[in-house]
């Protein structure tokens, strides 16, 4: 059944000046990204006691994506709070460039999967893998020299700008990382002030037991997303090995995953929910689209208000994915979700 939910949006946020926050760090990058930039907001997304917030790969399509960009892309959607993605992190850290198109190699993954791939196309695939190795293993070893400082000076420069990250999120914590670079990507976490960091559900008990483990010795959760494969019983193995293991739910892949009753699972697994990424699907029923909020069939005001009069603390993440319409940006809809939500817990 479709989801009826369509809170009335309202601006509930002034707008004020980018500052040393934006447009100061770097302005050339900044001026030549979307104009929206000119007329941020307040960053103020804590409302009514829950904190929303915005992952940082909502803004991927923008071409700069430097952490002192990124930083004006949240400040000019209204956000305080965020899950950093390990790029803009690590990049600015120093991080060696990666030779890849990603989004090409991804495209064929995609394609080898659902079988649609050329002889020439599995070619291309098998030698954009073997660089990728190579260049996986020059970046583990960036990793062992590198320290924290940079990622101290990123916290502080967020924090200065009001923006604080909650949740980090490198590609470091798979089976093909060492044990090396897993736990420096935790300690980059707790160095960006983060109380978690975030990765795929590896479906690999061993590898959560593992995760869980070295997440407690440094204080940091580790906090599990899934798509399409979660259930109410998705995260229990690796939540009875550790309690430094987490959910990092993602209520619109568990909604078109099929689950019914998603709000039974906030309530059962709220206090093991580190954070929350929200975006609007379909059930299968109806498409699994990813669509404009409002108009699928996920819970996002019910789940809001359930945080609400709960009070429970774990941040609800923006996680931009609906094809973004002609004429609009990343920074645009990243501004109507957050009035959505302003909406909902009004």
Same mark, same amino acid.
């Given at each position: 059944?479709?989801?009826?939910?369509?809170?009335?949006?309202?601006?509930?946020?002034?707008?004020?000046?980018?500052?040393?926050?934006?447009?100061?760090?770097?302005?050339?990058?900044?001026?030549?990204?979307?104009?929206?930039?000119?007329?941020?907001?307040?960053?103020?997304?804590?409302?009514?006691?829950?904190?929303?917030?915005?992952?940082?790969?909502? !803004?991927?399509?923008?071409?700069?994506?430097?952490?002192?960009?990124?930083?004006?892309?949240?400040?000019?959607?209204?956000?305080?709070?965020?899950?950093?993605?390990?790029?803009?992190?690590?990049?600015?850290?120093?991080?060696?460039?990666?030779?890849?198109?990603?989004?090409?190699?991804?495209?064929?993954?995609?394609?080898?999967?659902?079988?649609?791939?050329?002889?020439?196309?599995?070619?291309?695939?098998?030698?954009?893998?073997?660089?990728?190795?190579?260049?996986?293993?020059?970046?583990?070893?960036?990793?062992?020299?590198?320290?924290?400082?940079?990622?101290?000076?990123?916290?502080?420069?967020?924090?200065?700008?009001?923006?604080?990250?909650?949740?980090?999120?490198?590609?470091?914590?798979?089976?093909?990382?060492?044990?090396?670079?897993?736990?420096?990507?935790?300690?980059?976490?707790?160095?960006?002030?983060?109380?978690?960091?975030?990765?795929?559900?590896?479906?690999?008990?061993?590898?959560?037991?593992?995760?869980?483990?070295?997440?407690?010795?440094?204080?940091?959760?580790?906090?599990?997303?899934?798509?399409?494969?979660?259930?109410?019983?998705?995260?229990?193995?690796?939540?009875?090995?550790?309690? !430094?293991?987490?959910?990092?739910?993602?209520?619109?892949?568990?909604?078109?995953?099929?689950?019914?009753?998603?709000?039974?699972?906030?309530?059962?697994?709220?206090?093991?929910?580190?954070?929350?990424?929200?975006?609007?699907?379909?059930?299968?029923?109806?498409?699994?689209?990813?669509?404009?909020?409002?108009?699928?069939?996920?819970?996002?005001?019910?789940?809001?208000?359930?945080?609400?009069?709960?009070?429970?603390?774990?941040?609800?993440?923006?996680?931009?994915?609906?094809?973004?319409?002609?004429?609009?940006?990343?920074?645009?809809?990243?501004?109507?979700?957050?009035?959505?939500?302003?909406?909902?817990?009004?």
């Amino acid at each position: 059944m479709k989801n009826k939910q369509n809170p009335n949006r309202r601006q509930f946020l002034s707008t004020a000046a980018l500052g040393a926050a934006g447009l100061s760090l770097t302005p050339s990058g900044l001026f030549a990204g979307p104009a929206i930039l000119k007329t941020p907001r307040k960053a103020i997304s804590m409302i009514n006691g829950v904190q929303v917030g915005v992952i940082t790969y909502s !803004f991927r399509s923008l071409p700069d994506q430097s952490a002192e960009a990124t930083l004006g892309y949240i400040k000019a959607c209204g956000i305080n709070a965020i899950e950093l993605m390990g790029d803009p992190a690590e990049a600015f850290a120093g991080k060696p460039e990666n030779p890849i198109d990603r989004r090409a190699m991804f495209s064929l993954m995609r394609a080898q999967r659902e079988g649609g791939l050329s002889t020439n196309q599995e070619k291309e695939l098998e030698e954009m893998r073997e660089r990728m190795a190579a260049y996986n293993q020059e970046v583990a070893a960036w990793r062992a020299q590198t320290s924290m400082e940079p990622f101290e000076k990123i916290r502080q420069m967020y924090a200065d700008a009001g923006v604080s990250i909650y949740a980090f999120k490198p590609r470091a914590f798979g089976q093909d990382n060492t044990d090396a670079e897993i736990d420096w990507g935790i300690r980059a976490a707790k160095a960006l002030g983060a109380s978690h960091v975030t990765l795929e559900h590896p479906s690999d008990d061993a590898h959560t037991l593992k995760l869980g483990k070295m997440g407690a010795k440094h204080g940091i959760f580790v906090a599990y997303h899934g798509h399409e494969q979660q259930t109410p019983t998705f995260w229990d193995t690796a939540l009875r090995q550790s309690t !430094f293991n987490a959910l990092n739910l993602d209520l619109g892949h568990y909604v078109a995953a099929g689950n019914a009753a998603p709000l039974d699972l906030i309530r059962d697994k709220f206090y093991r929910i580190r954070s929350m990424h929200v975006k609007d699907r379909q059930t299968p029923e109806n498409g699994k689209g990813n669509v404009v909020w409002g108009t699928g069939d996920t819970p996002i005001g019910a789940a809001l208000q359930l945080m609400r009069d709960n009070r429970y603390d774990f941040p609800a993440t923006i996680e931009l994915e609906y094809a973004i319409p002609d004429g609009s940006d990343p920074i645009a809809e990243v501004r109507k979700c957050l009035d959505y939500c302003a909406g909902a817990l009004g």
